[in-house]
């Protein structure tokens, strides 16, 4: 009863999340580290007033490719059986094209990297080759018992971190240059 008093926006997601799960055995596992490409549909839920996808729903879909590329690395079951989970600190996004209804798409989606304190994932949307909008996600991972997971335990459970990837300086700056005063350090 509760899903029928829910929000376009929320049935929207639930409905996404569905079809995700039903399609991670045929898509394949994946590496942490690699790209996961999940295809998308512009459906009329989407929309704007002015007929294409509006900004909100970027960030909804970035949160089902997020789920995409966890599930399919087996980084999402670690972390529930350690009663860890993700949360989203801090988010920029850049529009470049519009996209239009019932327009295919796909959301690519990489880890970049992790400092001490945040994890940070780079996603694009695409249609073929070309880039509708660019984002840039920093993340924390919490613990249910409280508090947050220490960045050694956290890389651990990933297996390690690559030594050869790391997280473009304008994006730390700019993690830094956002700090909210009176916010945890």
Known sequence: MRLLRLGGGQMNLYFRLLLLWLRLRRRGAIGLWDTAVTPFRVVPTDLDPFGHMTNSRYLTIMDVGRIDLMMRSGFWSKMKDKGWYPVVAGQTITYKKSLQPWQRFELRT?????????????????????VYAQAFVR??????????????ALEKVAGGFPVDREVPNWLVELTAATRIEGSAK
């Open 110 to 130: 990489r880890v970049l990297g992790f400092d001490e304190r945040w994890g940070y994932t780079e996603q694009t949307f695409c249609v073929g080759d070309v």
């Open 139 to 152: 993340t924390r991972f919490l613990k249910r018992s409280g508090g947050s997971v220490e960045h050694d």
